[in-house]
């Protein structure tokens, strides 16, 4: 077992000790099957929130009204939840209420893939109550129960379907992909914040390749934002990530806005859809200026200067994209740039206004982005001197 496994043991057998069941749970006990490294235990148990809090001394209440207590161990955190069933489902999205349940076996049927629905026993016995190991052994993505009705209760589970395959390698089964291409419509009354979550795991996967081309074969992608009717070339695209992954999310998002082949200015509309972090779209933006400057031709130091610290993203999407463009060449170039910002610059406003008596105001702004420019451009040393002699020669032309 790996040390995630063995350092939370105690908790088990805590739990077990105390009269009831406990097991680990979800993609940590499928990934550790596969040989993969796990993040996050997850512990799921029969024991009531309420008893949970009175076996252990240290608990946390994150999500109490789901059954989720948190016990705090040596410096862990173990999310635990007890059984449950999610019933009446109205709007195609979470349960209206959770049942608490002490049986194990109904606690697994409302998971959604049959390799996310294990149970690993404290003393190593796998419970597998749907064939969940020949799936792992057949690298199969197949729903537990029926497809259909698992999709009509919670419509994420098709998006997870094809977030799972890229990042396994796994094929959908036959009668879940039908059923995805059936109900892909019922994506339109889940969150973008989920969606976006899900969507961004499959990008980051290693069969990205495969999953996109699945996603536009079942015609998810028109209900997703920004997608609908788009004419991207799918089959050149998934011949661009065969055998690529994709680093972060920065990169993915910059590819695929780029391969969308969207202007600096809709970038930002299509982000914003998605509901993307401010941050995460000022970096994409100054990626994809330069990489549609370079997609027709010669770039300057200037644009390279601009880009800034979304210069390693930016590279990276460079090479994964169809540009014969060289970008260790330009990752020299970069690096070889006499400033990286204005704060390297040998001069500033308080320079400016002291040796040439300027008052601050509009001119001065522009003057300072002269400097700047030349001093990219290499037409001027970044030295002090050399720069204030080249304002005062900058501000006699223009009188
Ligand atoms: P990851 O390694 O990315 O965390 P995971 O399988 O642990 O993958 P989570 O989203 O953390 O995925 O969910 C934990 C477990 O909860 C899943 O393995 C699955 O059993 C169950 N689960 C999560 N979301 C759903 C859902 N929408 N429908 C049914 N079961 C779900
Ligand atoms: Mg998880």
Redesign the pocket.
Known sequence: LPSEFTAALPILEKIEQAGYEAYF????V??TLLGKPI??V?IATSAFPEEIKAIFDRTIDTGIQHGTVMILDHGQGYETTTFRTESTYTDFRRPDEVTFVRSLAEDLQ???FTI??FALKADGEIIDLFDGLTDLKNKTLRAVGSPEERFHE?A??MM?ALRFSSQLSFEIEPATLQAIQENVALLKNIAIERINVEFT?MMLGSAVWYAALEMIRVGMHNYLPGLQDTDIDIVGLADLLKGEQISNETVAWMFLVFELGLTATDTNGFLRLWKHSNDLIKQVRKGIHLLNELRLGEVSDWDLYEVGDAIEPTLETLALSELMVDDTALRTRYANLTIKNKQELAINGGILASELGLKPGPVFGKLLQQLEMQVVGGQLKNERAVLIEAAQKLIVTKK
């Open positions: 749970v979800g993609g940590s499928r990934d993040h996050d997850d409302r998971r959604d996310n629905a919670d994420l589970r997870r795991k």
